[in-house]
């Protein structure tokens, strides 16, 4: 049986991004072979610009945008999730939520490289990593700071999680008991529920998003407040 895959994608006042974020999505899902069927679930979350009107006009008829008012990125994707398995009538072990945020841009394989390592490692979850598109906003060293404080193994194996990032299988998500209600760290949380459970994870540099580097984010100590921080100091992100 084939997959299906859900992208999902929580944004709050990303007029400015969500476009090059969605159309890279996109692409992404019309890489991937005819059989699989992907859509794009966006929740525009507490938003007062275009990002409602800029989802729907992008994605239609490829996606799902809804709004919602809950003001926390975990809640945020745990509802594009929620709806996702209310819609699902296919085995929990074929769904693939394929996670990231509304200010990346994902590579063209990156779908088909997150079933590949699935099938490969016999996985259910997947860690991929982040680079920053710009640091303009920063001082001039940051981009240095950074780099090298972003430890990646010889092997491509990372300590890091990112909700931008993050791949898992319908039913190792449940197990886990999903996205929690976090305004910050949610993807730490989900990652380490998930070992616990017992899930098979992967964390590769493999597959690498695009983030960025803006200084003040939309997750209160997310990554942009770490990537601000080697502003003053050589702290990691």
């Known amino acids: 049986m084939s ?4 992208v999902l994608i929580p944004a709050r006042d990303e007029e400015a991004l969500l476009p090059r974020c969605l159309e890279s999505v996109l692409i992404a899902a019309r890489a991937l072979p005819v059989e ?8 525009a979350d507490s938003s007062v610009d275009g990002t409602r009107d800029i989802a729907t006009r992008i994605l239609k008829p490829h996606g799902t945008v809804f709004e919602a008012s809950v003001g926390t990125v975990g809640t945020a994707r745990r509802l594009a999730a929620s709806y996702v398995l209310a819609q699902n009538q296919g085995p929990l072990e074929r769904l693939w939520l394929a996670n990231t945020d509304a200010d990346c841009i994902v590579p063209p394989g990156w779908i088909a490289d997150q079933l590949q390592i699935a099938a490969e490692a016999a996985c259910t979850a997947i860690a991929g990593t982040v680079s920053v598109d710009s640091f303009v906003e920063h001082q001039p060293e940051v ?13 491509g194996t990372h300590p890091h999680v990112h ?10 998500y449940i197990r886990a008991g ?17 070992k616990l459970t017992g899930a098979r994870t992967v964390s590769t540099a493999r597959i ?13 100590h997310g990554f942009a407040g770490a990537l601000g921080a080697h502003n003053k100091s050589g702290a990691p992100a």
Do not use: C, K, Q
């Open 143 to 155: 981009a240095e700071r950074f780099r090298s404080s972003y430890i990646i193994g010889s092997d």
């Open 163 to 172: 909700g931008a990032n993050l791949g898992v299988r319908a039913d190792a």
């Open 178 to 194: 999903g996205w929690a209600d976090l305004t910050t760290a949610e993807d730490h949380d989900l990652w380490g529920r998930l």
């Open 36 to 43: 699989i069927r992907t859509e794009v679930i966006v929740v």
């Open 3 to 6: 997959w299906r895959v859900a």
């Open 208 to 220: 690498e998003v695009i983030t960025s580097g803006r200084r003040v984010g939309r997750a209160p």
